[in-house]
């Protein structure tokens, strides 16, 4: 009947009494991670209500605008009459000069897989000379297997998406030109103004995308876009859905996300 008890047991030495086991050990590491955990929690969430406190509605808007990533994002449309508001609180960022700078290509389902397409012929013409992605290199095998992620993110990653905004910094004409940075600033205020007014939306998940930095900056993506020649695209504001739960996980501090120098 040796089976029914197991196999025999080694010796164990009696364990001291006043060493703590491992097991105590780890809880009470445990509960010191939580701790910690919990204090920097207290903390943000205190960050946030104090300037909310001092700077009321404005601040809380601010603050509820957020990146929201293609992992969240849920199988539901969001309406074009949602993002004409977007577009709408875009149009009343500043800008400097005549006439603002930004110009919106909004790419419904047809154009985002349109865009994309795009983007995989202009690798595969160029990826020897520009790299894939964000300037990677490697060997042909490397490519392919970017290249297959990559055409699998059409009904992928990007599958859910209602839509991507094509984000464009007109350059004005004329001789009194202003520099082209104000022009990609005041761009970025207006895309600001549309995650902020999206984040006024329940269950709207939007994000800035940079794209792939080689076919973004290319003569086919300017004429998919209608670009000037001097103009920049400064890539897509992807529009999806999310849970209404999806939880803010950020954590800001003014020693880390704030460089401030003060001066008398
Ligand atoms: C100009 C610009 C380009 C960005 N490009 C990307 C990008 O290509 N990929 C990405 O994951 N996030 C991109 N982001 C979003 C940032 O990751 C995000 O803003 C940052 O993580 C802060 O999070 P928050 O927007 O929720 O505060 C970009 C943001 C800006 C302003």
């Given at each position: 009947m040796r089976w029914f008890h197991g196999p025999p047991k080694t010796p164990v030495a009696p364990a001291d009494a006043c060493a703590p086991s491992a097991i105590q050990l780890s809880?009470?590491?445990?509960?010191?991670?939580?701790?910690?955990?919990?204090?920097?929690?207290?903390?943000?969430?205190?960050?946030?209500?104090?300037?909310?406190?001092?700077?009321?509605?404005?601040?809380s808007c601010i603050l509820a605008r957020r990146s929201v990533f293609p992992r969240h994002y849920v199988e539901r449309d969001i309406s074009a009459e949602i993002v004409q508001g977007l577009l709408d609180a875009a149009m009343w960022a500043p800008y400097h000069g005549s006439r603002p700078p930004w110009r919106f290509v909004v790419l419904g389902k047809e154009a985002?897989?349109?865009?994309?397409?795009l983007t995989l012929d202009f690798y595969d013409a160029n990826w020897r000379t520009t790299g894939w992605a964000d300037g990677k290199r490697g060997?042909?095998?490397?490519?392919?297997?970017?290249?297959?992620?990559?055409?699998?993110?059409?009904?992928?990653?990007?599958?859910?998406?209602?839509?991507?905004?094509?984000?464009?910094?007109?350059?004005?004409?004329?001789?009194?030109?202003?520099?082209?940075?104000e022009e990609i600033a005041a761009t970025a205020c207006a895309v600001q103004n549309m995650h902020i007014q999206a984040a006024s939306v329940p269950g709207v998940a939007c994000y800035w995308s940079s794209w792939h930095d080689a076919v973004r900056d290319s003569e086919a993506m300017r004429?998919?876009?209608?670009?000037?020649?001097?103009?920049?695209?400064?890539?897509?504001?992807?529009?999806?859905?999310?849970?209404?739960?999806?939880?803010?996980?950020?954590?800001?501090?003014?020693?880390?996300?704030?460089?401030?120098?003060?001066?008398?």
């Open positions: 809880s009470v590491v445990a509960v010191a991670v939580a701790l910690i955990m919990l204090l920097i929690a207290i903390r943000s969430q205190a960050t946030r209500q104090s300037i909310s406190g001092r700077r009321g509605e404005v601040l985002m897989v349109a865009m994309q397409r060997t042909d095998a490397d490519y392919r297997k970017w290249r297959t992620m990559t055409e699998d993110e059409i009904n992928g990653r990007w599958g859910p998406v209602s839509y991507m905004i094509g984000i464009v910094a007109q350059r004005q004409a004329g001789s009194k030109r202003l520099p082209m940075h004429r998919f876009l209608s670009m000037g020649s001097e103009d920049a695209c400064l890539g897509f504001f992807i529009v999806a859905a999310c849970s209404l739960s999806l939880k803010d996980s950020r954590q800001r501090e003014p020693s880390s996300h704030n460089a401030v120098d003060w001066r008398a």
